[in-house]
């Protein structure tokens, strides 16, 4: 056995404290800021991730200069020499994340040209680029698609413009944002997405000298300027790793302190924490969050667009309310297939069924469309081990949840994927108490 495999020995409640740092969803763009500046910015709170690390491989192949700083979890990242960019290694990059169109806007403005090779990250829906592209259009790009990939052309400065988004895409807004701000003239993106890491990438953008308003109705304005600086931003904390060790606490019954987690950005997170029946305590330096014992309440839960309830937040929490007593409704308006991963809770155990009608109010484009977004979860249900294989990300961290807080042992292969957005996983999962042992120690452990 490959030691992508990981056997978890289940039915104790995770204790003790884990530290969580910046978010993988606005590391890596903040680090494509980067390339936006004349001078070096400097990255701290960096998680070691892999996405991290593509990215990373992404500037260098393209010129940048990245080092790690003095600070533990600080990058420095010149982009000095971006005009001798070496693209011919790029298609190694590809599948890898989401992360490379983002580079379209800030390579247009340095090169003249980009190319982006073809995109990976999690398998919870078709994921098109349509509003990408149709954006870039707008501020005179030119785009071709290859094989490969896709290559793009600004024969001229690109030019500010007005955007209304069919729908508030993250990706979409952060293309917008690190378009805007050295294009010539104003942009008015309308129906922008505001999670909390666009923001953030707001604050690193206007460090590095670009001028962006937010209105209150999901408009953001952006003056384009000639020139930006480099940046010093400390990433805000992963509000969605935080969210999953709430989550593993709910689930095996256990009590985890999250340091580093922060309520801002958690607050419709904690709100449905408290809902179903998981206590808080928030201090100074991170959150506490725990199983107080007694029932599990079942809860009606819709993801949406931020500040709505995160969709990333959803498959770690429909691992806990498996042990809700009652019927919970959960409508996902973000994915159209990001509860496939459900069928193999239920061989474990779990009564979660799956609907294509919307079971909630919340406007959603997936009814009617033959999708199964909706589930009913019928619980408490009694989790036994089993045999998982890790389909996404989130996926991937809610199968270790449950087989955590199933009895007998499960073995969860392709744990290497949950390494994209998840730091030292493994480490944080012993120093909760976990048993868990990859497929080396336990040849290891035969040979004494
Ligand atoms: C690296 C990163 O930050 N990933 C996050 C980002 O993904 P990402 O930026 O890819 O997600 P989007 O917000 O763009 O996608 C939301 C919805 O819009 C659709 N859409 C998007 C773009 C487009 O051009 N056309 C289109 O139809 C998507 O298919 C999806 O149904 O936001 C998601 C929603 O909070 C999170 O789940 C992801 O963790
Ligand atoms: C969907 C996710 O990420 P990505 O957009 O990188 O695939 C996620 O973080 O859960």
Same mark, same amino acid.
Request: glycine share 12%.
């Given at each position: 056995?490959?030691?992508?495999?990981?056997?978890?020995?289940?039915?104790?409640?995770?204790?003790?404290?884990?530290?969580?740092?910046?978010?993988?969803?606005?590391?890596?763009?903040?680090?494509?800021?980067?390339?936006?500046?004349?001078?070096?910015? @400097?990255?701290?709170?960096?998680?070691?991730?892999?996405?991290?690390?593509?990215? @990373?491989?992404?500037?260098?192949?393209?010129?940048?200069?990245?080092?790690?700083?003095?600070?533990?979890?600080?990058?420095? #990242?010149?982009? %000095?020499?971006?005009?001798?960019?070496?693209?011919?290694?790029?298609?190694?990059?590809?599948?890898?994340?989401?992360?490379?169109?983002?580079?379209?806007?800030?390579?247009?403005? @340095?090169?003249?040209?980009?190319?982006?090779?073809? =995109?990976?990250?999690?398998?919870?829906?078709?994921?098109?680029?349509?509003?990408?592209?149709?954006?870039?259009?707008?501020?005179?790009?030119?785009? /071709?698609?290859?094989?490969?990939?896709?290559?793009?052309?600004?024969?001229?400065?690109?030019?500010?413009?007005?955007?209304?988004?069919?729908?508030?895409?993250?990706?979409?807004?952060?293309?917008?944002?690190?378009?805007?701000?050295?294009?010539?003239?104003?942009?008015?993106?309308?129906?922008?997405?505001?999670?909390?890491?666009?923001?953030?990438?707001?604050?690193?953008?206007?460090?590095?000298?670009?001028?962006?308003?937010?209105?209150?109705?999901?408009?953001? =304005?952006?003056?384009?300027?000639?020139?930006?600086?480099?940046?010093?931003?400390?990433?805000?904390?992963?509000? $969605?790793?935080?969210?999953?060790?709430?989550?593993?606490?709910?689930?095996?019954?256990?009590?985890?302190?999250?340091?580093?987690?922060?309520?801002?950005?958690?607050?419709?997170?904690?709100?449905?924490?408290?809902?179903?029946?998981?206590?808080?305590?928030?201090?100074?330096?991170?959150?506490?969050?725990?199983?107080?014992?007694?029932?599990?309440?079942?809860?009606?839960?819709?993801?949406?667009?931020?500040?709505?309830?995160?969709?990333?937040?959803?498959?770690?929490?429909?691992?806990?309310?498996?042990?809700?007593?009652?019927? %919970?409704?959960?409508?996902?308006?973000?994915?159209?297939?990001?509860?496939?991963?459900?069928?193999?809770?239920?061989?474990?155990?779990?009564?979660?069924? #799956?609907?294509? /009608?919307?079971?909630?109010?919340?406007?959603?484009?997936?009814?009617? @469309?033959?999708?199964?977004?909706?589930?009913?979860?019928?619980?408490?249900?009694?989790?036994?081990?089993?045999?998982?294989?890790?389909?996404?990300?989130?996926?991937?961290?809610?199968? $270790?949840?449950?087989?955590?807080?199933?009895?007998?042992? %499960?073995?969860?292969?392709?744990? %290497? $994927?949950?390494?994209?957005?998840?730091?030292?996983?493994?480490?944080?999962?012993?120093?909760?108490?976990?048993?868990?042992?990859?497929?080396?120690?336990?040849?290891? $452990?035969?040979?004494?």
């Amino acid at each position: 056995m490959t030691d992508d495999v990981l056997l978890v020995h289940g039915g104790n409640p995770l204790e003790g404290e884990i530290r969580v740092r910046g978010a993988k969803n606005l590391v890596p763009k903040a680090m494509v800021a980067a390339l936006l500046g004349q001078g070096p910015s @400097r990255l701290r709170n960096v998680p070691d991730i892999r996405d991290v690390k593509v990215v @990373r491989g992404l500037l260098q192949l393209h010129g940048v200069t990245v080092r790690s700083g003095e600070e533990e979890g600080e990058l420095i #990242l010149d982009p %000095s020499h971006v005009e001798s960019a070496n693209v011919a290694d790029i298609d190694a990059h590809a599948g890898s994340s989401r992360i490379p169109i983002l580079f379209c806007g800030p390579l247009l403005h @340095r090169l003249g040209h980009a190319f982006i090779p073809g =995109l990976g990250g999690c398998d919870i829906g078709g994921r098109p680029v349509d509003f990408h592209f149709e954006v870039l259009r707008q501020f005179g790009a030119t785009i /071709e698609k290859h094989p490969q990939g896709t290559y793009l052309v600004a024969a001229q400065r690109l030019r500010g413009t007005k955007i209304e988004l069919p729908y508030p895409s993250v990706g979409a807004t952060e293309q917008v944002l690190l378009t805007a701000v050295l294009a010539e003239g104003d942009t008015e993106l309308r129906n922008a997405a505001i999670e909390p890491e666009i923001v953030d990438l707001i604050c690193v953008l206007q460090k590095m000298g670009a001028i962006i308003s937010m209105g209150t109705d999901r408009t953001i =304005l952006i003056t384009g300027v000639d020139e930006l600086g480099g940046y010093n931003h400390r990433a805000l904390p992963d509000r $969605l790793e935080a969210a999953s060790w709430a989550c593993a606490a709910l689930a095996t019954k256990g009590d985890i302190y999250v340091r580093g987690a922060r309520q801002l950005e958690m607050m419709t997170f904690l709100n449905t924490f408290r809902k179903v029946g998981g206590a808080f305590a928030v201090d100074d330096e991170g959150i506490r969050f725990w199983h107080p014992g007694g029932e599990l309440n079942a809860i009606a839960l819709e993801t949406d667009v931020h500040p709505g309830f995160q969709t990333d937040w959803q498959q770690p929490l429909v691992v806990a309310l498996t042990q809700a007593a009652g019927l %919970s409704i959960v409508h996902e308006t973000v994915y159209e297939s990001r509860l496939g991963f459900t069928s193999a809770l239920n061989q474990m155990g779990a009564h979660i069924q #799956l609907y294509r /009608e919307c079971l909630g109010g919340t406007p959603c484009r997936f009814g009617q @469309r033959n999708f199964l977004h909706s589930a009913v979860v019928s619980g408490p249900s009694k989790l036994l081990g089993g045999e998982l294989v890790i389909p996404d990300l989130r996926g991937g961290f809610s199968y $270790l949840i449950a087989a955590l807080a199933a009895e007998g042992t %499960s073995t969860v292969h392709g744990i %290497s $994927l949950i390494n994209r957005g998840y730091e030292n996983f493994l480490e944080k999962l012993r120093a909760l108490g976990a048993h868990v042992q990859l497929p080396s120690e336990q040849e290891m $452990l035969a040979t004494v």
